[in-house]
């Protein structure tokens, strides 16, 4: 058991690389999810070819995971661009707003009743997003475009929890890479004239970087997680991964001395928005152990 919580929290501790990846590699935020999504699509398919553990599904199943590839795509697209746009820190407060958001929408879609605590929640995070949107003038376009990615990162969360109960986790990532792929490639074009900006093919250092990109921050954090799941529960599981921001953000403090830039009313707001995604795991730990998924 030690080891699977050793496996789950290493996973989101390399996820927490995605924000120094995302700057360090100089391509704008559409390339780089385009080379990133590809890669990653090419891996997947080679990993179900071989190992046999992808599922063919029918038309309905199939349309339902490129719906959500496509939500996924998109998140990734305004989450880069709030790092280009202002910096990792930035942006990682507002990927904290994915479990605000989904304290609000999971019931909504789900048609379950709203508790009141989850609207003070909510409250409570998006005045703290507020806090930081008021004190960091330089940041607010990032900011505009990170609440946008959490949004999407919300609805990607609550879609996928309902393909889990269906379809093993290898099924799930490779049609949902690949076709959020093929939908970015469609719209690359596009994106390029609206953008101003011409095709460019990876240098050296950034082809290097995507690489590792795709290894540190998705095969290898996946396949660790998957083992964890073998002995953790999904729930846990959940709950462990709004640590991810945190990691992400104290990554680009130590690397990139991000704290430099960011004032009081960057931690004041942050602050905040921890407050509420604390608030979120102990709904859920008190949902969970209502349910008996976890001992009291």
Request: charged letters at 10%; glycine letters at 8%.
């Amino acid at each position: 058991m030690r080891r699977a919580y050793l496996y789950l929290h290493l996973s989101i501790f390399l996820w927490g690389f995605t924000g120094i990846f995302g700057k360090a590699i100089t391509l704008n935020e559409g390339l780089l999810v385009w080379y990133r999504m590809g890669l990653t699509s090419l891996i997947w398919l080679a990993i179900g070819l071989f190992g046999g553990t992808v599922q063919r599904l029918n038309p309905k199943a199939t349309g339902q995971l490129a719906g959500i590839g496509l939500v996924l795509m998109m998140h990734w697209l305004f989450f880069y661009a709030s790092i280009k746009y202002s910096n990792i820190s930035i942006a990682m407060s507002c990927l904290a707003l994915i479990a605000v958001f989904s304290s609000v929408l999971e019931p909504l879609i789900l048609r379950r009743p709203l508790e009141w605590i989850q609207v003070v929640m909510a409250l409570i995070g998006l005045t703290g997003m507020l806090f930081i949107f008021r004190f960091t003038e330089f940041a607010r376009t990032g900011i505009a475009l990170g609440m946008v990615s959490s949004l999407l990162g919300s609805l990607f969360t609550i879609f996928n929890k309902q393909m889990v109960a269906n379809y093993n986790s290898e099924t799930i990532t490779t049609y949902e890479l690949t076709s959020g792929f093929l939908f970015l490639t469609l719209l690359m074009p596009v994106y390029l004239k609206l953008n101003g900006t011409e095709w460019v093919v990876p240098s050296v250092s950034d082809s290097v970087l995507l690489v590792l990109f795709v290894v540190v921050c998705t095969v290898i954090p996946f396949n660790l997680s998957m083992k964890a799941l073998r002995h953790v529960s999904a729930f846990m599981s959940n709950l462990s991964l709004n640590m991810e921001p945190v990691y992400g953000i104290v990554l680009a403090f130590i690397i990139y001395r991000e704290h430099r830039q960011l004032d009081a009313g960057f931690y004041g707001g942050m602050g905040l928005i921890l407050l509420s995604v604390v608030l979120y795991s102990v709904i859920q730990w008190r949902a969970a152990r209502k349910a008996g998924i976890v001992a009291p």
